[in-house]
């Protein structure tokens, strides 16, 4: 069983920043890309940032030069440093991953259960 956990959502003032956090654990053979993704009301699920397993990172242009993704391989972990915050980056925030669970298997999508991140004075 894979599971990731988020952490470091909240309230923050416009123009602040947060820190997301991403564990995953459980059966992993290995994860190539993790990446967050982000939903708000009434809205679809859209990628905010993705980094593959050699540290190559992508990001939507809505969020470049604000967001910073990076990742430890050795503990499975992916963070997201979010900088300079907008009311419309209020969203929750899902972690992703692309994971073998074991060799020869997969890889397979999953997700976090979600982190809210509220922007607003």
């Known amino acids: 069983q894979v599971q990731l956990v988020e952490s470091g959502g909240g309230l923050v003032q416009p123009g602040g920043s947060l820190r997301l956090s991403c564990a995953a654990s459980g059966s992993i053979f290995s994860i190539n890309a993790m990446g967050w993704y982000r939903q708000a009301p009434g809205k679809q699920r859209e990628l905010v940032a993705v980094i593959t397993s050699g540290g190559t990172t992508n990001y939507a242009d809505f969020v470049k030069g604000r967001f910073t993704i990076s990742r430890d391989n050795g503990k499975k972990t992916v963070n997201l440093q979010m900088n300079s915050l907008k009311p419309e980056d209020t969203a929750v925030y899902y972690c992703?991953?692309?994971?073998?669970?074991?060799?020869?298997?997969?890889?397979?999508?999953?997700w976090g259960q979600g982190t809210q991140v509220t922007v607003s004075s």
């Open positions: 992703n991953g692309r994971i073998r669970p074991f060799i020869g298997l997969g890889p397979y999508d999953y």
